[in-house]
């Protein structure tokens, strides 16, 4: 198990730490710390502070993500998702919540918002070369196979 620290920012004592709701979660969700409610129209987004910051080793990241409830029912999703959080990071989490539904979606305090999910990340260096190796898809993209 790797451990990864969490503080709650001052004024956020009241709000739920990061929680994975079962055992088999990838995700915990994130809680809105947001002080009076936030209303979001359709087709705009709005940074949603969590009130925690994370210290996690060198070799982790943090990624957010949308909920799967909030984009069925509602429409809302994070905007860059996902969102990295870099192991060396220390400030606050915030979540860019996007509105691709019809109506305004309101965060309250305590709302769960988003989930963070933790990934390994390689350590990679990169190579320059003259030109690169061959393969049968050669430099396809973007619908290159069709529908």
Do not use: C
Request: aromatic residues 4%; charged residues 20%; without cysteine.
């Amino acid at each position: 198990m790797i451990g990864v620290k969490v503080i709650q920012l001052q004024g956020n004592e009241d709000l739920p730490l990061p929680t994975k709701m079962s055992i088999g979660s990838s995700g915990f969700d994130l809680h809105a710390a947001v002080k009076e409610t936030s209303v979001i129209e359709p087709g705009k987004w709005k940074l949603i502070p969590t009130g925690i910051a994370v210290s996690m080793p060198t070799g982790l990241e943090a990624q957010v993500r949308p909920r799967s409830g909030l984009a069925l029912k509602q429409g809302i999703t994070v905007l860059n998702s996902p969102g990295t959080i870099d192991a060396d990071y220390r400030g606050e989490i915030g979540v860019i919540l996007l509105n691709l539904g019809d109506e305004p979606f309101s965060v309250e305090r305590g709302d769960r918002i988003a989930q963070l999910v933790f990934a390994e990340v390689p350590q990679v260096s990169l190579e320059i070369v003259e030109q690169l190796d061959e393969t049968a898809r050669g430099a396809g993209g973007f619908g290159h196979t069709g529908k």
